[in-house]
């Protein structure tokens, strides 16, 4: 038994009600909706984008394509080539949206790693200046000229150790915290000066204070 044209028209008819626009466009809309939602919360919920912009797409493509197979007699050239044209655009589309993502989700990493920076060298130079007050506190008198040679001897004995422990303690620690903050485009010449051999409790608080300031410097995420 062959279906009568009016019987294929119904069909057709059906079908194209159940994948109509009147459920469609809400549902694409809201799954768009919540694929921006998700991009821009901190950090991207990445997976509940990607499935939102893929789940689109996917209604899309079986939107277009049902639409071409059952309409297909009626579909000249220019038509067909429209729907080719149409699904490039889906998947263009969709393309899109993961590159999309993918830059948000790469531009909270960066922002985190320079909040993680700021906070890393803040604290690095905080450390750097209680070190400084403790040694401060078991610094030698000033030489006298009664003693002057002895006292001369403590002092440098002094300074020798001071310079010797911010080695062995921050040394790595301010190397890390140069670099990274020249990475960002931060440079002080006063910093590069004397942040390899600091050699006096001066130069010590010269690198402190610069690194505190360049890490405020960093854009706030």
Excluded at 171 to 183: D, I
Aim: hydrophobic fraction near 50%; charged fraction near 20%; aromatic fraction near 10%.
């Amino acid at each position: 038994m062959t279906m009568t044209t009016f019987d294929r028209h119904r069909s057709r008819e059906t079908v194209e009600w159940i994948l109509g626009w009147w459920w469609i466009l809400p549902v694409l809309t809201t799954l768009l909706t919540l694929a921006g939602i998700a991009g821009q919360l901190s950090p991207p919920a990445t997976g509940v984008a990607f499935k939102c912009f893929g789940a689109a797409a996917v209604l899309l493509v079986v939107k277009v394509l049902t639409w071409a197979i059952v309409s297909h007699e009626a579909l000249g050239r220019h038509e067909r080539a429209g729907v080719l044209v149409g699904l490039l655009l889906i998947a263009g589309g969709w393309v899109g949206g993961r590159n999309w993502i993918f830059e948000k989700q790469f531009s909270y990493l960066v922002a985190a790693s320079r909040a993680n920076l700021k906070l890393s060298v803040g604290e690095l130079s905080g450390r750097i200046l209680v070190f400084l007050g403790d040694r401060a506190r078991h610094a030698p008198p000033a030489p006298v000229p009664a003693t002057w040679e002895r006292d001369e001897l403590a002092v440098l004995n002094y300074q020798n150790e001071t310079a010797r422990t911010f080695d062995e303690s921050f040394e790595p620690a301010v190397r890390w915290a140069h670099e990274l903050l020249k990475q960002n485009g931060l440079i002080d010449p006063d910093l590069d000066a004397v942040y390899l051999r600091p050699t006096s409790p001066f130069e010590m608080q010269v690198i402190a204070v610069r690194l505190t300031r360049l890490a405020r410097r960093l854009p706030d995420p």
